[in-house]
């Protein structure tokens, strides 16, 4: 089993700044691919960004390219999302997922593991 817990969510105005982190524990980190998906009201959870297990490699939503940086580090079993230029429509709630059947992380049926999320909220 894979433990994952979110933070770093909250209200942020439009244009600013925040930084997710998912900790993991339970096993070795270095051994899943990561992703982070979100969630808005009466929505489907959409994929947002994904890493490899090294971080070598990582890909990402449309909507959120230019803006959004994912990474990882392995030595503290932790993947970060940092978000930039935020906007209203970046409104929802926050999963981050994990892996080790597949080398990325773009659907849901992929994650293995998912944890409790976090919301974000970007007001206009």
């Known amino acids: 089993q894979v433990q994952l817990v979110e933070s770093g969510g909250g209200l942020v105005q439009a244009g600013g700044s925040l930084r997710l982190s998912c900790a993991a524990s339970?096993?070795?980190?270095?051994?899943?691919?990561m992703g982070w998906f979100r969630q808005a009201p009466g929505k489907e959870r959409e994929f947002v960004a994904t890493i490899s297990r090294s971080g070598a490699s990582t890909y990402y939503a449309d909507s959120v390219k230019g803006r959004f940086t994912i990474s990882r580090d392995n030595a503290k079993n932790t993947v970060y999302l940092q978000m930039n230029s935020l906007k209203p429509e970046d409104t929802a709630a926050y999963y981050c997922?994990?892996?080790?059947?597949?080398?990325?992380?773009?659907?849901?049926?992929?994650?293995?593991?998912w944890g409790q999320g976090t919301q974000v909220t970007v007001s206009s």
């Open positions: 997922a994990a892996s080790a059947r597949v080398a990325h992380i773009t659907t849901q049926r992929a994650s293995d593991y």
């Open positions: 339970g096993r070795t980190f270095s051994n899943y691919a």
